[in-house]
């Protein structure tokens, strides 16, 4: 069974603060790694992808990944009331037998800045 | 503007009638899909279509049907609602399903339905 966890939170930062989101999975053969954010009622959007070991920085958002450790994590700096949502990350595996990928979701984590 | 769209964004049923919510894209992406998300246990994946005519199962199937008969459109069928089927589902789309590829999936804003 291909598993994402994360830790549901939920999670809450002062504004301007670091707030660090955490994912693990199962399957050594994950090709790449999403991080959506959903606001509450809405669909979710892509915030970052990342394929390769490593920190990946896009503007106020790094995400970190350690394939030997089957680890990913968001980072969000200087953290704004905006930035509440949950956080969904994602892992696309392939299919046993298949040149086909799947995303497969965590539960997602709540994350609340407060002013 | 690239978009998937879902109609109807809300429905209210009742158990046992049939009922379909449609799912399209103008990106000419290969890759469309259909997820339920209930609170938690996150997006779970119902069907999957790669291409026209070409559909598979997810996690979650029973008491879903689908049909990809334009590249486009992939409407999710529910011959006969349950109430367990009551949940929030997404329509998602991107350009191609390879495991290697560097697509990202792009979701429509999705349908909350009731069966009563």
């Known amino acids: 069974q291909k598993e994402v966890e994360q830790n549901s939170g939920p999670l809450s930062v002062p504004e301007g603060a670091i707030a660090s989101l955490n994912c693990t999975y199962s399957?050594?053969?994950?090709?790449?790694f999403f991080w959506y954010r959903q606001y509450s009622g809405k669909s979710p959007e892509l915030i970052m992808f990342i394929y390769s070991n490593g920190d990946k920085e896009d503007g106020r958002f790094t995400a970190q990944l350690n394939k030997a450790s089957q680890y990913v994590s968001l980072l969000i700096r200087d953290s704004q009331p905006s930035d509440s949502a949950t956080y969904l990350c994602a892992v696309r595996n392939r299919d046993r037998g298949s040149t086909l990928g799947r995303l497969y979701f965590g539960r997602g984590t709540q994350l609340t800045v407060w002013p | 503007e690239a978009q998937v769209t879902q109609n109807p964004r809300y429905l209210i049923t009742v158990t046992g009638k049939k009922l379909t919510v449609t799912c399209s894209q103008n990106?000419?992406?290969?890759?469309m899909s259909w997820y339920r998300q209930d609170p938690g246990l996150g997006l779970r994946q119902i069907y999957y279509?790669?291409?026209?005519?070409?559909?598979d199962k997810g996690d979650v199937p029973e008491g879903y049907k689908v049909s990809r008969k334009e590249k486009r459109n992939f409407p999710l069928i529910l011959e006969s609602p349950s109430p367990n089927q009551t949940s929030l589902y997404f329509c998602?789309?991107?350009?191609?399903?390879?495991?290697?590829?560097?697509?990202?999936?792009?979701f429509g804003p999705g349908t909350r339905l009731t069966v009563l």
């Open positions: 990106m000419n992406h290969e890759y």
């Open positions: 998602a789309s991107s350009l191609s399903g390879l495991a290697d590829s560097t697509d990202t999936q792009y």
């Open positions: 399957d050594r053969g994950s090709q790449s």
């Open positions: 279509s790669m291409n026209v005519e070409v559909t």
